[in-house]
């Protein structure tokens, strides 16, 4: 399994980013897919997972209203679309997959993980 994310940089305080994951490598019917982010120093904090069979998102209850996560299982891609964006939103964004559906409530672990993306959030 193979993850690229895509879409980072510099965005301003307010605005908004939309990040991309392309998957490759299997058939992912029955996978969970998560976004994550870590800033140096401080553990990686789960975002938001979703069901790939089924579209169902499940989110960070401080971040609820202001991330949108869907998947195209055409394309094979998984977005994250941040929406008011502070400073604190920066960090290392990360994708990752996992072949239990579960895995996209936030709670397990996941096995696959992509190369990170950094995005600033300027003041």
């Known amino acids: 399994v193979q993850l690229q994310a895509s879409g980072g940089g510099l965005v301003q305080t307010g605005g908004s980013l939309r990040l991309s994951c392309a998957a490759s490598g299997e058939s992912f019917d029955g996978w969970a897919f998560g976004w994550f982010r870590q800033v140096p120093g401080k553990e990686r904090q789960f975002l938001a997972g979703i069901s790939w069979e089924s579209g169902a998102a499940y989110y960070q209850p401080s971040l609820l209203g202001r991330l949108t996560m869907s998947r195209n299982n055409v394309d094979n891609t998984v977005d994250l679309q941040m929406v008011r964006m502070e400073p604190e939103d920066t960090a290392i964004y990360y994708c990752?997959?996992?072949?239990?559906?579960?895995?996209?409530?936030?709670?397990?672990?996941?096995?696959?993980w992509g190369q990170g993306t950094q995005v600033t959030v300027s003041s």
């Open positions: 990752a997959a996992d072949p239990k559906v579960i895995a996209a409530l936030g709670q397990a672990p996941y096995t696959y």
